[in-house]
């Protein structure tokens, strides 16, 4: 029985269900991220919210305190305050409500504007392309690979800019993440180089299970440029 295939083409179910395992651990992994962050904002986050609470009105009582204990409730309230705004990160980015409620152009740019704050680089958008016809599926694969694309761009190019750019193709949507690092230079790091390549892996998986195309133009010493174009599905209107 282990055999019946060999030499013979696979029945259409089996192929479907080969197919489908791909998807069903990404939508398994979507799920999970959803989970982690209803549990940072409903459990994680409401407890730091009450601790920061409780150490405000600690810190405004009218008892007496030395000046030592209340600069140091101070403390623990700003270091609090720095860790609530980490967990609201995190679980934003586990959860893109932006993408769910607005769309994938208003989650993007928000994203964009965090990049900048964190990593201290350049970021900016240009759209010129009917984005938000894309499926929800498409969009979500996109969001998760400028996610993807921007990571490897903090971690590995040593870029000053990055830029994401949308534009209409024939039949489809392109996405270009584009900056002005330092590209896959030979004299990169083997380890670098690795963890740099993981995360394209990624990207390449994304992209064929929403049937789009990948492209990754390298320009060492002036930067890179990954393209994802997707293309829109039957019903898809692409009229602007």
């Known amino acids: 029985m282990d055999d019946q295939f060999n030499g013979r083409k696979a029945p259409s179910?089996?192929?479907?269900?080969?197919?489908?395992f791909p998807v069903s651990l990404l939508e398994a992994r979507e799920e999970e991220r959803k989970r982690i962050s209803?549990?940072?904002h409903d459990?994680?986050?409401?407890?730091?919210?009450?601790i920061h609470v409780c150490l405000f009105m600690l810190e405004k009582t009218p008892e007496p305190l030395?000046?030592?204990?209340?600069?140091?409730i101070r403390q623990a309230r700003r270091l609090l305050e720095g860790t609530m705004d980490v967990v609201h990160d995190f679980s934003r980015q586990l959860r893109p409500d932006?993408?769910?409620?607005?769309?994938?152009v208003p989650a993007i740019r928000s994203m964009l504007k965090e990049f900048s704050r964190r990593y201290q680089i350049l970021a900016?958008?240009?759209?010129?392309?009917?984005?938000?016809?894309?499926?929800?599926e498409q969009k979500l694969a996109l969001f998760r690979i400028a996610q993807e694309g921007l990571t490897n761009v903090a971690r590995h190019a040593r870029a000053t800019e990055v830029k994401v750019r949308f534009k209409n193709i024939r039949r489809g949507?392109?996405?270009?993440?584009?900056?002005?690092?330092q590209s896959f230079a030979p004299e990169l790091a083997p380890e670098t180089r690795s963890n740099a390549r993981l995360g394209l892996r990624g990207i390449q998986e994304r992209?064929?299970?929403?049937?789009?195309s990948f492209a990754l133009e390298c320009r060492p010493g002036r930067g890179t440029i990954l393209r994802v174009s997707v293309p829109f599905r039957p019903g898809q209107s692409t009229c602007v």
Do not use: W
């Open 66 to 72: 030395s000046p030592v204990i209340r600069s140091k």
């Open 13 to 20: 179910a089996f192929r479907r269900r080969q197919a489908r």
């Open 173 to 181: 949507i392109q996405m270009e993440i584009i900056d002005n690092g």
């Open 207 to 212: 992209v064929r299970l929403v049937a789009g």
């Open 43 to 50: 459990e994680v986050g409401q407890s730091l919210t009450a």
């Open 98 to 104: 932006l993408l769910e409620h607005l769309g994938l």
């Open 38 to 40: 209803r549990e940072l």
């Open 124 to 136: 900016h958008m240009e759209t010129g392309g009917i984005v938000e016809r894309l499926g929800s």
